[in-house]
């Protein structure tokens, strides 16, 4: 018998996992902000409201945005104001030291840091590098006329695109990149007590504290080196801890969300009738393609917020100390935002970059016009070199009954493996 849809675990629950969409739709009738059963915390379906409480850092605490709402509070909400004792509690929580989960004057100062990172000069030569890369890798696979692209290409090429963005010295970039192709995935479905493991970010932080003093001593033009000398909008100085944590987060967000974006983004490419063939008429039409993919399956399914004052979403009442879902993915596929095609793949859609797969306000994704360019470029490096390309029948089924495994996760939305055949382009 099916379990009641009240009685899912959104953390823990397989089918959940394997079609969240569905998970929010039946969710959905109970209004665009409900509370869940299994867990004291409330559910954001609606996209005004999920747009709502991520513009509203002045009653919503980004603490609990890695570690989620999947847990109590560490600490007995008292009174209709809890900012002091979150902020008393932030050890306690999973990345409380990272900039997504600052709040106020903290946040604000470095997220400055962020703005100083993304040059043109630098991202003028990265782009350089992305499109040499890609091309390598796509021709590699091309020549063998299959490939697995999660792990073969879309997880390497997001490690090595932000390890030359950043300055981490060739030599070191593949150690990084075998010990993210190790790590266990964040928000894991299946370890329900420690769902999100920093061992891969510790590892990472090791790294980036000896670049950065580096270059502090010895600056070069990369990003670490900017930020090694970089000062607040204040004139004051961030500690070589902000730094550390700053610039393994920046490595570290990056990854898995773009390597499966891509994925996401290809499994629509390709199964979508007639959409490969648009684009390879007219690749102006890639950004659109993304787009909308990112509207329908984007690669961060939710985030989460905990209320720090007494407030409301819409009418409806949020006492101190109430964790909140904010489901991204349900926002991208509410019907009053999108209309009664909103589960269906439309180029063009009006209105379409208004989408919050990338987050909004404050905490919005530092990064997205680079994974929005990693992904366009490896688009271009394998229709540039192929005729075709089409999902392996023999892994993932016939067309209209493939299968397909996900990432484990509650917070990432992507495939495990994604398995093509391509043809090599003839003339
Ligand atoms: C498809 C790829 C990506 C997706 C779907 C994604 C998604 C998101 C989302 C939803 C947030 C907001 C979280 C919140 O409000 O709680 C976020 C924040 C962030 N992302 Fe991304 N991200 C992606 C790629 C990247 C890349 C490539 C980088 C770095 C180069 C990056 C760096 C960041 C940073 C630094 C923040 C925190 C910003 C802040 O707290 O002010 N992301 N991302």
């Not at 073969?152 to 990149?177: H, K, N, S």
């Not at 390597?259 to 063939?277: C, T």
């Not at 787009?291 to 399914?301: D, H, I, M, Q």
């Not at 949020?318 to 589960?343: H, S």
Request: hydrophobic share 40%.
């Amino acid at each position: 018998m099916t379990q009641p849809i009240k009685e899912r675990d959104y953390f823990t629950d397989p089918g959940v996992l394997r079609d969240p969409y569905q998970y929010f739709e039946e969710m959905r009738p109970r209004g665009p902000v409900c509370q869940l059963e299994t867990h004291d915390c409330l559910l954001v379906t609606g996209f005004e409201e999920c747009v709502e409480v991520l513009r509203n850092p002045a009653d919503f605490s980004s603490l609990n945005s890695l570690a989620s709402s999947a847990f109590p509070l560490p600490f007995t909400p008292e009174g209709s104001d809890i900012s002091a004792q979150l902020e008393a509690h932030r050890d306690k929580y999973v990345g409380g030291d990272m900039v997504v989960t600052y709040d106020d004057g903290h946040h604000t100062n470095v997220r400055a840091l962020i703005s100083l990172m993304f040059t043109p000069s630098r991202l003028k030569a990265n782009a350089a590098f992305m499109r040499e890369y890609a091309g390598e890798l796509a021709s590699k696979a091309i020549a063998d006329g299959k490939v697995e692209l999660v792990h073969t290409i879309a997880t390497p090429y997001v490690t090595m695109v932000i390890a030359d963005l950043m300055g981490v010295p060739p030599e070191d970039r593949t150690l990084f990149e075998a010990k993210i192709a190790e790590g266990q995935t964040v928000g894991s479905i299946n370890d329900p007590d420690s769902p999100t493991d920093m061992s891969v970010v510790y590892f990472i932080a090791e790294f980036m504290g000896r670049y950065l003093q580096e270059r502090a001593a010895n600056p070069g033009e990369d990003l670490l080196s900017e930020l090694a000398t970089a000062s607040y909008p204040d004139g004051s100085k961030p500690d070589l801890i902000e730094l550390i944590s700053l610039s393994t987060f920046m490595f570290a967000a990056g990854q898995d969300t773009s390597a499966k974006l891509l994925a996401n983004a290809m499994r629509y490419v390709v199964d979508e009738p007639d959409l490969q063939q648009q684009l390879r008429e007219d690749r102006s039409l890639i950004p659109w393609m993304l787009e909308e993919v990112l509207r329908l399956e984007g690669s961060s399914k939710a985030t989460h917020r905990v209320a720090r004052r007494d407030t409301k979403i819409g009418d409806i009442a949020v006492p101190a100390g109430k964790q909140v879902i904010v489901a991204l993915a349900a926002a991208g596929r509410d019907p009053k935002r999108w209309g009664d095609d909103a589960n269906e793949f439309k180029l063009k859609r009006p209105g379409i970059k208004q989408h919050v797969s990338f987050g909004r306000g404050s905490h919005t994704c530092a990064g997205a016009p680079l994974a929005r360019a990693e992904v366009a470029t490896m688009f271009n490096a394998f229709l540039d070199q192929t005729d075709n390309i089409e999902i392996s029948a023999a892994h993932h089924g016939a067309r209209g009954a493939r299968n397909y495994e996900f990432e484990p996760s509650f917070i990432i939305r992507g495939m495990d493996n994604l398995h093509l055949d391509l043809q090599a382009k003839t003339k």
